[in-house]
């Protein structure tokens, strides 16, 4: 993916300050943040950023220190990188989680689905990392008919409807409507009406919960449309891709 806005506005500010940083673009953001800390307390620095077995390291060298009474920022800074590497894709900026392949690497879902499906269009809005219920269902449904516009997020729920109705009678079968903040679900199954409400009302009353592109659930009191504050903030931000340049990755990861 593209890197974010501001993400992409540090890396020329990271240069201009000396800083060397052999790490993805989406890191650049959080390299500033910390060398801005590191330059503080100890200005003239030369500081370098490396990325060891997928993990953001800081080094640096020289410099004149300020204040020899005041708190060694070292520290800090490494707590730091690691606190906030471990949620942001290396690749765009944006909220990622750590993905086995091909090597360690925080990706966001969408960097991961690029990475692993080359040359597909992006079928999902970028969003936060789906919830691990809902990408263990969505998994579980691939393939599933009448099934291929499911929003991720809201797999879980249709999963569980499935199951109470595999328990009812094994031709069951159903049909979901994406009404936008919640599923309707119309059911071709040979069992008590009086069930295949209450499976309705379940789905619609949890789908209406919990947010269609992620499946983190939804602030009660406020109007949603069906998505997190942090899924439309993503959505915002738009789907344009760039080739994916990850010549200098570690562990023999190259872009070809
Ligand atoms: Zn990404
Ligand atoms: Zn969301």
Redesign the pocket.
Known sequence: MAPLPDVAAATPILKSLGVTARIGPGWSLIALALATIALTNRPGRHITFDRPAGSLVIRTRGGTRLDHTATKPKDLTNSLANLLTATTCELCGRPGRLHPWPAPTILCDACAFLIENPGHRLPFQP??PLVESARNAAHELEGSPGLDDLPA?WAQRVLMVFSYLRGLDPAGSLTVEDQRTFLHVQFDADADETVLRLLRVLLMTGTAAS??????T?PRKRPHLG??????E?GEFGDETVPIEVGWFADGWRAE
Request: hydrophobic residues 25%; proline residues 0%.
């Open positions: 969003r936060l997020g947010c269609r592109h992620c499946g983190r939804l998505q997190c504050d942090g899924c439309i993503l």
